[in-house]
T-cell receptor, first 115, second 112 residues
């Protein structure tokens, strides 16, 4: 049972344009959501997060939107840069955020930003 | 932040053997975890490595297959026992520090 789903295995975007990565979840007990970025041969690195009490969180070029009623979140990157090319994982956790380390991850989306 | 080092970074193993992966953190952390990423799959939590007591395993993972040690607050090991090709994965150590979860670079195991 895949509780966190990223239905797009890959996304290709032109440099300077917006990248939108999507994520759906099924477990209504999730209340904290994160995005991680992963380069080849490296571990995932934290990018941005959002609590369920918010519907938007912004950090520079990265914005995460949460639609609780639809159980959907998205990551917007604008403007996209070639260095953003990586695998992006959506993750979710229950009460306590990541303090318990129990993140449920999606399958990942490979983002390629073309110059 | 936390800097995590894992050894080995990759290995090729024979069926039926066991391999131990080491995880070293540059600071003392209470919470350490082991994740697995099978080819084409998402990251899955194997267990929480508890200092001074047995690890806490997630559903589908057992101590006999994945014994874990946590002798102190900066070090842990995960052993993959009696390996089969289905154990070919990236195994990642992670720690909770300064409000976030950090990951090591992973250990890529290929079982022939």
């Amino acid at each position: 049972d895949q509780q966190v789903k990223q239905n797009s295995p890959s996304l290709s975007v032109q440099e300077g344009r917006i990248s939108i990565l999507n994520c759906d979840y099924t477990n209504s007990m999730f209340d904290y959501f994160l995005w991680y970025k992963k380069y080849p041969a490296e571990g995932p690195t934290f990018l941005i997060s959002i609590s369920s009490i918010k519907d938007k969180n912004e950090d520079g070029r990265f914005t995460v939107f949460l639609n609780k009623s639809a159980k959907h979140l998205s990551l917007h990157i604008v403007p996209s840069q070639p260095g953003d090319s990586a695998v992006y994982f959506c993750a979710a956790s229950g009460a306590g955020g990541t303090s318990y380390g129990k993140l449920t991850f999606g399958q990942g989306t490979i983002l390629t930003v073309h110059p | 932040s936390a800097v995590i080092s894992q050894k080995p970074s990759r290995d090729i193993c024979q069926r039926g053997t066991s391999l131990t992966i080491q995880c070293q953190v540059d600071s003392q952390v209470t919470m350490m975890f082991w994740y697995r990423q099978q080819p084409g799959q998402s990251l899955t939590l194997i267990a929480t490595a508890n200092q001074g007591s047995e690890a806490t395993y997630e559903s589908g993972f057992v101590i006999d297959k994945f014994p874990i040690s946590r002798p102190n607050l900066t070090f842990s090991t995960l052993t993959v026992s009696n390996m089969s090709p289905e154990d070919s994965s990236i195994y990642l150590c992670s720690v909770y520090s300064t409000g976030e979860l950090f990951f090591g670079e992973g250990s890529r195991l290929t079982v022939l």
